[in-house]
């Protein structure tokens, strides 16, 4: 069993003091151990990262560029290993934890278009022989907190446009999995990335609490459940930093009565169970307007029903464990409850728990659920799929409306104006039509609202490289005017 020490400098260095195990979803065996960092711990890995700022930064952008491809490459080379880390730690299905891998190397390669928006504005004689224009700035340290459920892809979106942009970068991975992260810091150290400019720091909310109040920490990048989120983002501003904080989701999918019902039964399945549910942009409710509910929930219940659980190593595996038996038992609460609370509960995933050979949850579906119920108004996190039945699309856009989270939204139907309208009248930073998990390409933006995200700028996309760098707006004479005189009046263009 490995004890995992963080990654500073380019180093890997000992951590003693508190520790947590890392057990393995999908067998309950633990397989690592991580040290979980003190605030002088904390201190001495900001240091690391303030220290190689000069040097980052002034590389040219281009040559950063240069050296994200170098890294891109090592990731390439290291995707079987990182599959499998992720597999271990996560409880990944191969094929979804191989798709996460992939993603987030084409999520370096993006890295380099969102570059192109690094570019700032000149404007030639704004008045007489005066020029104006912006210069771009890193922020300095920025630090990257992440959840357990992307362990590669998200704190690699969080990090690598503020590479780009010249900072340098603290990661703080989920505790549950964070070997794939400290792999993938060991694999750019030796392709070549400066010390000090990528460091990883082991750690839970001591970690946490050091680094939203670290004097040279400037900007925090954070991913994870609602309530930390808002703790994190109200906590860092007052403390003067840049916070970006992206919260949890409940994803509904309406269903209108004129799609095609394979179709839509394969999308919410897909999206409702890839991953065990654990994705902030899972569909964890259906809401089936009118005629269609019935086929509907019969076309979901068949595939739900058949799906292949376990064997997560294999290519067939479909559904593997949640991440700890903590949120099993939370799942297995919720299922308890919604029968209890008028829900009826047509698949009941507690069938296929194994004890303690694995946190697996077999696939669940309630059917008549309400607004107000808890199965609809917390963020389950697991292969729950609700379904709520409505007369109309109005009916649907309340229900919508109704809940706090909106991280992303989406509509099956054939109709376009119908689609239009949804785009309109959905309350999600995220619109799928006809797309159930509408988890936008690195090049364009992502944040949810409501209680998804509190942000003013978006985790990637242009507004990344907004949260990530600060301007300077230039206004510059270098041809003095033929007569020179007082001017005490305001600056105008008369
Ligand atoms: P989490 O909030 O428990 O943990 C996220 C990070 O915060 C971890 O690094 C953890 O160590 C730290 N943390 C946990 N509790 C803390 C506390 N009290 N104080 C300070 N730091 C703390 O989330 P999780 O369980 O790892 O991940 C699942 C959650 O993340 C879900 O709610 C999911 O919807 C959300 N998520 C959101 C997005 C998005 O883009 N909006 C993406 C992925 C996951």
């Not at 633990?30 to 890995?45: F, K, N, Q, R, W």
């Amino acid at each position: 069993m490995e004890t995992l020490s963080r990654h500073v400098s380019g180093k890997p260095m000992p951590a003693g003091g508190r520790s947590i195990p890392i057990i393995n979803p999908a067998n309950g065996e633990a397989i690592g151990s991580v040290p979980l960092a003190s605030e002088s711990d904390v201190d001495e890995v900001v240091a690391a990262a303030k220290a190689a700022l000069p040097l980052w930064s002034a590389l040219g952008l281009q040559h950063r560029i240069n050296i994200l491809f170098d890294l891109r490459q090592s990731l390439i080379e290291a995707k079987e290993e990182l599959v499998d880390l992720v597999i271990a730690e996560t409880g990944k299905t191969r094929s979804d934890a191989t798709a996460e891998i992939v993603r987030a190397i084409e999520t370096i390669g993006l890295t380099v278009s969102v570059s192109t928006l690094y570019a700032t504005p000149y404007t030639r004689a704004v008045s007489s022989g005066v020029n104006t224009y912006e210069v771009r700035y890193p922020v300095g340290v920025v630090a990257a907190i992440s959840p357990f459920n992307f362990p590669v892809i998200i704190p690699l979106v969080q990090t690598m446009t503020a590479l780009a942009c010249g900072n340098t970068v603290v990661a703080k991975p989920s505790e549950r999995n964070p070997s794939a992260l400290l792999r993938i810091a060991a694999l750019f150290s030796k392709a070549g990335l400066p010390d000090g400019v990528f460091n990883v720091v082991l750690g839970d909310r001591v970690a946490v609490d050091r680094i939203v109040e670290h004097p040279d920490v400037a900007a925090i990048t954070f991913v994870g459940s609602t309530a930390v989120a808002k703790q994190i983002r109200t906590r860092g501003v007052a403390n003067g930093k840049r916070v970006q904080a992206f919260g949890g989701g409940k994803n509904h999918m309406v269903v209108m009565p004129d799609c095609d019902v394979a179709f839509a039964a394969d999308a919410a399945v897909s999206a409702a169970y890839g991953a065990a549910g654990q994705r902030c942009m899972a569909i964890s409710v259906v809401v089936a307007v009118g005629a269609i509910a019935d086929p509907l929930v019969a076309a979901i219940r068949d595939r739900a029903a058949t799906m292949t659980i376990g064997d997560i190593h294999e290519a067939h595996a479909q559904l593997g464990p949640v991440i700890t038996r903590e949120s099993r038992a939370r799942i297995t609460s919720y299922v308890a409850n919604a029968a209890a609370e008028g829900g009826k509960v047509l698949l009941d995933g507690r069938e296929h728990q194994a004890g303690d050979a694995g946190w697996y949850f077999g696939p669940t579906i309630i059917d008549h659920v309400k607004p107000g119920m808890a199965v609809h108004s917390d963020e389950i996190f697991g292969p729950v799929l609700s379904i709520v039945r409505v007369a109309t699309y109005e009916e649907a856009i309340a229900v919508i409306s109704s809940h706090d989270l909106g991280n992303g939204a989406a509509i099956f139907t054939q109709d376009g104006s119908v689609a239009n309208r949804f785009t309109d009248d959905a309350p999600a930073g995220q619109i799928g039509i006809n797309v159930p998990i509408p988890a936008p390409a690195y090049f364009h933006g992502f944040a949810g609202w409501k209680d998804s995200a509190f942000t003013e700028t978006k985790l990637h996309g242009r507004d990344a490289i907004a949260f990530l760098t600060r301007t300077k707006t230039v206004s510059a004479r270098w041809m003095p005017p033929a007569e020179s005189k007082l001017e005490l009046q305001f600056p105008s263009g008369r």
